[in-house]
Structures are given as structure tokens and as C-alpha cells.
T-cell receptor, first 113, second 112 residues
């Protein structure tokens, strides 16, 4: 059974700091890994999608890496801003069948001005 | 613009009422999903569909039902709403295999 773990559960940093969010998964049989952002009471916004054959993806101040063999991904946020405050979710898309996403419990990020 | 739409955004309804949460996508994705999320908690898959006339139950048992008569439309129905159904319901779609998921904005349901 695929399990996804995110560390830390919560993180508070001052504005301008660079930070790393961690995600690990137990089964390497995945199509891809996706990082999402969720604001309180809202839906999920996709940030980055990394295919299983890729090592990293970048979008603006965000960089996500994937090491499928070790079951790990990191999301790097450069020069954090108060507007980055949200819950960040990591999810892997299982191979076969439903191709469902298996989510971690998320990291709640607070960036203080 | 290709997207996924959920209506209503918020719904407050009395116990025993029948409700349908709407979800439509314009991306032509075969696979669609419904997730349930209680405040501050993780997402749980309650229904999914491979395509037209295909529906399956997810990991979390739910009293809701779904239908998939058209590719773009995946409504969720509760025949008799109860306070325990109070939650946020998120709809998503995905292209096959290597495609990412796209989520709607969600419906926040409150049953009083």
C-alpha cells in the first residue's frame, strides 16, 4: 500500500528565507508526483508536476526534485513571501487501475512579514 | 480556457434533503474523481470514474452516489443529507497515465 509522508507538519519562517519541504513515498511504482498548494477552505492549486522519468521541475521561485529510487521529493521555495503562506501537499499518482493520487497530510507553511 | 468547475461553491441545507453537487471539466479527461476533506484533515478518495458509464467507489466509504453519462460531467448525489455529511467535496480530473490532476474549487457542504 502506497503511503506518503510529509515533513515537517508545520513550518514558520521569516520573510525572505529559502526553505525546503520534504515528501517521501513507500512504493516507487508511480507515474508522477505532484505538488499542490491549498489555501484555507479552498481547492487545490497545482504547483509542479514531475514525471517518474524526470529529476526536477522549476516554476519561478519553486523547484521540485524527485528521487524515485529512494522514494523522496523536495519542494524548494526561494525568497519566501507572506503570500506563500498555505498548506503544501505532495501526492503521487499510482500506476495501474484507478491511477489515483495518494496524498500526504501536508506541510502548513507560515511566512511572517 | 480548459478548466474544471464545481457548483455550488457553498451549500447549507437541512437534514433529509436530496442534493447534487455538480462537477464539469472542459479538458476532455477520461478520469474523474471525488475527494472528501474535513477541515484541517487530509483528502480521502470517495468515488472515481474511468470514463463514460464507469464509476467505482474509492477508499473512504461514502453514502453518496455518482454518475458519468457524459465525459465532461461527474455529479455527486446525496439522497438524504445528514449532519455527518458536512465537509468539503473536491472534484478532480486527469488525463491517462502521465497527466497531472486538476482540481476544482470545491463545494463546502453544511447540513443542519
Amino acid at each position: 500500500k502506497q503511503e506518503v509522508t510529509q515533513i515537517p507538519a508545520a513550518l514558520s519562517v521569516p520573510e525572505g528565507e529559502n526553505l525546503v519541504l520534504n515528501c517521501s513515498f513507500t512504493d516507487s511504482a508511480i507515474y508522477n508526483l505532484q505538488w499542490f498548494r491549498q489555501d484555507p477552505g479552498k481547492g487545490l492549486t497545482s504547483l509542479l508536476l514531475i514525471q517518474s522519468s524526470q529529476r526536477e521541475q522549476t516554476s519561478g521561485r519553486l523547484n521540485a526534485s524527485l528521487d524515485k529510487s529512494s522514494g523522496r521529493s523536495t519542494l524548494y521555495i526561494a525568497a519566501s513571501q507572506p503570500g506563500d503562506s498555505a498548506t503544501y501537499l505532495c501526492a503521487v499518482k499510482k500506476q495501474g487501475g484507478s491511477e489515483k493520487l495518494v496524498f500526504g497530510k501536508g506541510t502548513k507553511l507560515t511566512v511572517n512579514p | 480556457e480548459a478548466d474544471i468547475y464545481q457548483t455550488p461553491r457553498y451549500l447549507v441545507i437541512g437534514t433529509g434533503k436530496k442534493i447534487t453537487l455538480e462537477c464539469s471539466q472542459t479538458m476532455g479527461h477520461d478520469k474523474m474523481y471525488w475527494y472528501q476533506q474535513d477541515p484541517g484533515m487530509e483528502l480521502h478518495l470517495i468515488h472515481y470514474s474511468y470514463g463514460v458509464n464507469s464509476t467505482e467507489k474509492g477508499d473512504l466509504s461514502s453514502e453518496s452516489t455518482v454518475s458519468r453519462i457524459r465525459t465532461e460531467h461527474f455529479p455527486l448525489t446525496l439522497e438524504s443529507a445528514r449532519p455527518s455529511h458536512t465537509s468539503q467535496y473536491l472534484c478532480a480530473s486527469s488525463a491517462r497515465r502521465v497527466g497531472g490532476y486538476t482540481f476544482g474549487s470545491g463545494t463546502r457542504l453544511t447540513v443542519v
